[in-house]
């Protein structure tokens, strides 16, 4: 063994051998190294004056030189003793190891030279054969195909019980690196890892200058969890640094050809799945806690798609189903707001931390820190947009935040939906507020810090169920209207579309004002599953980092807008679907005024003085417009489940 194992690394190491690319280019390379153990040897060659490599398995490199089979076989044979005729036998303790079907023999042969060319051959194969079955592995190194002068082994035209041709290798079960069955999509894994071999790598580190941006649009991937892993989930998407992002989307022609559609995004940072928490704080949200204590309004947002990692970032780092709150963008923020408070530049300012925390499920508000009491959003006469009865708890420290982070993330509402099986269902606004210490309490900063729903594509819901409908319709609503009122903040326009949702009606005041800045972190999932979903996402991201100037690099393809509207956001507002379902929610909050109006006349009749004939009237007008209101809801309601058997019914 140690004497066939140093005389093929004699003889192969320095070979100039062909070599096959993912791409399908053919090209010479030279043999470095041989590893037994794997059946492989390492090839390098120059391109573009960089030394590149990569590791060829023996049957690839022996397909694609066959002359290498007469050169290993003839010193082979020099040194040891040469291996006995081939004989029924060898072929039966082939057929046992490799479980392959050992060649037929052949009962015509046309001429005596083509006898003695495949005699030569078998030996050299022989000699493989044996290394392979020495090394513990002989699933390893099948049978390389019988070459007679050409690359690519072409069975002839004839009866096929008499071909003598072995199935070529691309139809042969291929086998990993370490003997386990390749992971599906093998050819799009391999296009990928050398494309990533051409990349120059600028990692992100704490030490890099933060930019000051009144508008930052940033992207953070996740790792591959333990499901995406079992299954051999493919990493599409690649972070360079600085910024750029780039997503592999595998892709198929008409004849079938697998190819890579490598798609570029520029954004203000980028975070690879090896960022944790803390990294991605100090680019993102620490910048706009200084904001609020020079009077500014500041937003920070986690937008993507369901099990991206949006409520890992925002609420604190998972083990198992328990979050470790302290670890969260939500704590830290809260860490720092003390810090300053603390801080001699704003001690003189004598102001008061308050803390908020509630949910906005379905376009309504419930108190996370109240026992998840319904709220009320309106307006007062200074068209101040105020949230009725939302409870502001006053803090003396970041541990008491944290507490009411760990209380109010308990009763937030989830549910189960196709890309995870407990998506949070609603945005949860945590609201840092600080206010002189004097009797009007006056405002003075505000740090607004979100975490937005999952959001899902209407091809996602079409067979689910209303409420989940109906969840689907007022989430990518709600993210439309803030999409649109970021863009109106970054161009500095008179009119912000506020009103659009109850989310953007709430975050109103950091929509307005020279000092209000924002920070988007969007999630995406690395996976091949998930691509469609990350896509949505970086065009979404991408539109609002428009604001800030050209988000392509030069040369780089321009990502085009799908046709067919299947961005998430825009396909639900556009819809026949959801439009239904939001009448019928406007409706339903009408019905829902109606019936506390009553409270009114049932106070009154509970009077000792109360007159029937009097109060006749009242009641009769408050009967016919509550009637009123509850048929429109039906007749909206069968609108709706018409436009759901049929979406063209409107």
Known sequence: MDKIDANLARLLVGLSVQISRSDGRVHFASVKSLD?????VMVEWHERNICRGKEVEMRELCALNPELLDHVNSVTATAATPPPPATEKKYEGR?????IPAPPTCTSIPNQPRRRNETKQSSALSALSEVSNQMGDAEKLPPVPVATGRRKSVAPQGNKRQSCVTKPADMQTKKGKFGEVARPNQKFYQ????????????????????????????????????????????????????????????KQKVDLTKYLDNQVFQFDYSFDETANNDMVYRFTAKPLVQAIFEGGMATCFAYGQTGSGKTHTMGGDFSGKHQNSSKGIYAMAAQDVFAFLNHRRYASLDLCPYVSFFEIYNGKVYDLLNKKAKLRVLEDERQQVQVVGLQEVDVSSAEDVI???EMGSGCRTSGQTSANSNSSRSHAILQIVLRRNDRAAKLHGKFSLIDLAGNERGTDVSSNDRTTLVETAEINRSLLALKECIRSLGIHSDHIPFRMSTLTKVLRDSFIGEKSRTCMIAMVSPGMASCDYTMNTLRYA????????PSKPSGAAPTEEPLDGSSEEESAADTSVYDAISQVAELEEKVYEELQNANELVTAMQTTTYNIEAGLPDLMNYSRKLLDTVLAVQSAVDQERAARVNPSYR
Do not use: W, Y
Request: hydrophobic share 35%; net charge positive; glycine share 4%.
């Open 36 to 40: 037994i153990a794997k059946s492989s």
């Open 403 to 405: 507490k009411l982070i």
């Open 542 to 549: 991408d539109r609002v980092k428009e604001l800030n100037g």
């Open 95 to 99: 057929l046992r190891s490799s479980r």
């Open 191 to 250: 296009m990928i890892q050398d494309f990533r071999e051409t990349l120059e790598v600028i990692p992100m580190s704490t030490a890099d200058m933060v930019d000051a941006h009144r508008i930052c649009v940033c992207v953070r991937k996740r790792p591959l969890n333990k499901q995406e892993v079992t299954k051999k989930e493919i990493d599409v998407i690649s972070i360079p640094g600085n910024g750029s992002l780039l997503v592999h989307e595998p």
